[in-house]
């Protein structure tokens, strides 16, 4: 009985390990091929990257490669190029020393450099005064116009080789004008420049001052870096004739007007219109362009605009 039992136990062993659970019985096509297909079923959750059919995290990898590969040869390329911008640039400074141009200094340092021009010019340089007690009467659109004429006469200054130290006299920081400066001009606070309620006969010697008007009898022959000069802040529409020259001789200054009558000659126009008349800016570039020159021929050229009906006398000869 014993033995019987022992034999029965086995022999369900023996098929037990021979018909493993949830495998069919071979007894047909149909239970053969759906063993395979659940062995081949095991084999692909067993290796996973051999069964991927285009190993599609292995070929996202490669595709990023490429593509950084591409981008590193692009910023090469460019790196190149702006070297070889550099040593073209370089080559062109070492040919040609005086061409006054210095790109390689910073914007940083051409401030300084500019700041410290303008200085020097406070000490030693020649002085002119903006005349601004004669804008209590000026529309919004004259008071435009002579605040948008400051700027351009200070940005002129500021690129001068050799430039003038501006005072801005008789000029409230109250005053419609300055409120139109600070609008108009950015920066303006910031002006390396003088800016005092004082007209300019009370703070300079009047010996030391020299009004410049078109309605003087006297040319400015020299430009003399102990004398002040006076341009009248004056933008009036209406023409108003020899305010600035009255005002001079009311405190018994001395005049002087620039010498278009000496250097250039009235042009015929269809308007037959001639002017003397400049805005502040104009007649700053012909004093700045004169006392970096001595050449008033090359001085009036560059701040007489042709619209004022003047051309140099060589200029009409020819």
């Not at 069919?24 to 096509?29: F, W």
């Not at 002006?191 to 001052?209: G, K, Q, R």
């Not at 009898?217 to 004398?227: A, C, G, K, N, W």
């Not at 502040?280 to 009906?309: C, H, M």
Request: with cysteine.
């Amino acid at each position: 009985m014993d033995c019987k039992s022992e034999e029965s136990a086995q022999r369900t062993d023996s098929q037990a390990f021979q018909e493993p659970e949830g495998l069919p019985e071979a007894g047909g096509e149909d239970g053969l091929s759906e063993s395979f297909q659940l062995l081949q079923v095991d084999v692909e959750y067993e290796h996973p990257e051999e069964t991927s059919p285009a190993n599609s995290a292995v070929w996202s990898s490669k595709n990023v490669q490429r593509k950084q590969r591409h981008w590193e040869r692009i910023v090469s390329s460019k790196k190149s190029k702006r070297k070889q911008e550099r040593e073209r640039r370089k080559a062109k400074r070492a040919e040609d020393p005086g061409n006054g141009t210095c790109p390689q200094h910073s914007k940083r340092f051409l401030k300084a450099l500019t700041k410290e021009k303008l200085l020097e010019a406070k000490h030693s340089g020649p002085r002119l005064c903006i005349d601004l007690s004669m804008t209590q009467h000026m529309s919004k659109k004259e008071l435009s116009r002579l605040a948008g004429q400051i700027r351009r006469l200070y940005g002129s200054n500021k690129k001068a080789s050799r430039p003038f130290w501006i005072c801005l006299t008789g000029f409230s920081t109250t005053s419609p004008l300055y409120e139109e400066c600070l609008r108009m001009n950015d920066g303006f606070s910031a002006y390396l420049l003088d800016v005092t309620e004082e007209d300019c006969f009370s703070l300079f010697p009047l010996e030391t001052l020299v009004y410049l008007t078109p309605d003087s009898e006297h040319p400015l022959e020299d430009i003399d870096q102990s004398t002040v000069y006076v341009i009248g802040g004056l933008v009036d529409e209406s023409i108003q004739k020899k305010v600035t020259f009255q005002k001079a001789r009311e405190y018994s200054v001395k005049t002087a007007r620039l010498p278009i009558q000496e250097y250039m000659i009235k042009r015929q126009n269809e308007k037959n219109y001639h002017s003397e008349i400049l805005a502040i800016n104009q007649v700053f570039d012909i004093l700045s362009t004169y006392f970096e020159t001595r050449n008033w021929p090359e001085a009036l050229k560059k701040g007489v605009s042709p619209g004022k009906g003047y051309v140099l006398k060589n200029s009409a000869e020819g």
